[in-house]
């Protein structure tokens, strides 16, 4: 049936990255040089940071620490600095040391509205973590409020793309998890039950779909793809559900192309040529001209045998 294309996402912002764990632990920077120009420019805060976050990279978050708190001291209005300290200190799991660190990297944007705030996501998320480390649970869900609207959003774009990639698998790890955790967000619902569609997963798709086409605001195409989610199935028995999502897809735009191809493929195979050929001139009509939707689609075999098929090519 239908070819599904869902919207590229935004362009992201760039920004400086915060630190992270190096993946293999071994040292791929020359630390000989970073040490030569710390001992160089002692008062140099970027210096000390350079080999901070080459020694972290590596995995040595202990000797880290030491350059780290150095720059610290040189800027300590800087959020990078602070952030990098934060997170050395927690791999250590000196959890308490950590957050006073993470906190003032946050001071600046405490409600992560700047849009380069990747260092802000890293950071808030390190802090709840250090919160829930040391027992303080209700801290840190409140200290993760901010951050999840945004993380939400990343995840709805990064989802979106990987479906538009044909990378359904990978969306549909990023856009379950998103659904779960933004439940009212009709977008990423409806992503999710769609990748789950693309997939084959149909009782779940199905879950998630429903719960779309009840989410504001009401989703034409939640109820098209619930449509054609049933009709994927093949079952029987599922095939009047299936008829009643294409219909409400059309109530709500009646020149619902594509449902009214899905229709037209459920009445062929009740074997109902009449209400199929009407259904396929509506659709024709609507503006449908996906070649495949007509020449491949199996549904419609029966159908082209008959001389009325002719009067559905020519409208091409």
Known sequence: MRKIKSPA????????????????????????????????APEDPAAWHALGRALAAAGRWREAETPLAE??????????????????????????????????????????????????????TQLALCHAQSG?????????????????????????????????????????PAAALAPLAEDIVHGAGLALLLLGEWEEAEAHLERATHLAPPCVEAWYDRGLNLTRTRRVDLRPAARAHFEKALAMNPRHAWAEHGLACLAARDGDADEAFRRLARARAAGLSDRAAFEE????????????????????
């Open 71 to 124: 720059a610290v001291e040189a800027a300590p209005g800087d959020a990078l600095y602070r952030s990098d300290l934060g997170l050395a200190l927690y791999r250590q799991r000196r959890y308490d040391e950590a957050a006073p660190h993470l906190d003032r990297a946050l001071a600046n944007d405490p409600r992560l509205e700047d849009p380069r705030s990747c260092l802000g996501i890293k950071a808030v």
């Open 136 to 176: 303080r649970h209700a801290r840190a869900a409140e200290t993760l409020a901010p951050a999840l609207p945004l993380a939400i959003e990343i995840l709805a774009h990064l989802g979106r793309f990987h479906l538009s990639a044909g990378d359904h698998l990978a969306a549909r790890r990023i856009l379950v």
């Open 297 to 316: 689609e199996p549904d419609l075999a029966p159908l082209r045998s008959e001389p009325r098929w002719k009067s559905i090519e020519a409208v091409r």
């Open 9 to 40: 996402p935004a362009e992201a912002t760039p920004a400086a990255a915060p630190l992270t764990e190096g993946a293999d632990g071994r040292d791929t920077t020359d630390l000989s040089a970073l040490r030569a120009a710390v001992r160089a």
